[in-house]
């Protein structure tokens, strides 16, 4: 099929672009891409540094890699960092290392990122890296940082996971994760309301917990 459908299109480049935006053959169209020497590849794999499958992500930068991809914007760069960092151990560490290297740029992504939630059919890769290194962002530290945060998650618990692009169950789970981590005991209020979640109870009071014993 896809040697069918080249030669129906003049422009390679929008042929496999097509194929990327349409989310087929994703594999195999990356490793295309990925030996050819024209820079339009690099232009029409960035974006999918943002996908919302890690292992896609992890495919798509060594593609880049390949390609001899040199990140120039903030963005790029923490991009690329962070797909580094998906997998593996000492998350916690690296992941916040990633916020102190980058600033708010990362932070941004990480905000993203717990939006997507992949569903059970993928690995959570992704959202764990970013709860775990949000929530290394404590106010005693990092005040401004960690208030942009704070009431990012704060709004996430308030309107029942508005922004998630799907499983907002899950999204809004990650978030008291989050308010878990960072320990703030203003939010304890707000996790409440989710105690006597039939999935997400167990989770909001372990948050509290974890709080309470922050503030000792």
């Known amino acids: 099929e896809l040697v069918d459908l080249a030669w129906q299109r003049k422009d390679m480049f929008e042929f496999y672009n097509q194929f990327i935006i349409e989310q087929r053959y994703m594999t195999r169209v990356m490793d295309i891409l ?3 020497k024209d820079p339009r590849a690099i232009d029409i794999l960035i974006p999918q540094l943002r996908h919302r499958v890690d292992a896609i992500r992890s495919n798509v930068r060594k593609a ?3 390609l001899g991809f040199k990140p120039k914007t903030v963005k ?3 991009s690329m960092e962070i797909v580094r960092l998906m997998r593996g151990g000492g998350q916690v560490s690296r992941g916040k290392q990633v916020i102190f290297e980058y600033g708010l740029p ?3 992504l990480y905000l993203e990122d717990l939006q997507i939630q992949p ?3 993928y690995s959570n890769d992704i959202a764990k890296l970013s709860w775990w290194a949000l929530g290394s962002i404590t106010k005693r530290k990092y005040a401004t940082w960690n208030r942009l945060i704070v009431d990012r998650m704060i709004y996430v618990l308030e309107t029942g996971g508005e922004g998630a692009k799907t499983h907002k169950e899950s ?5 008291i994760r989050v308010l878990g981590r960072i ?5 304890i209020k707000q996790i409440q309301e989710y105690q006597d979640h039939a999935v997400l109870g167990k989770t909001a009071a372990d ?3 974890r709080i309470k014993n922050k503030n000792r």
Do not use: F, M, N, W
């Open 34 to 36: 990925s030996s050819s």
């Open 64 to 66: 880049l890699v390949k």
């Open 76 to 78: 790029h760069k923490a």
């Open 106 to 108: 990362a932070i941004e």
């Open 119 to 121: 569903g059970p059919r």
């Open 171 to 175: 999204y809004i789970q990650d978030a």
């Open 183 to 187: 320990g703030d005991g203003g939010v």
């Open 207 to 209: 948050a509290i917990k």
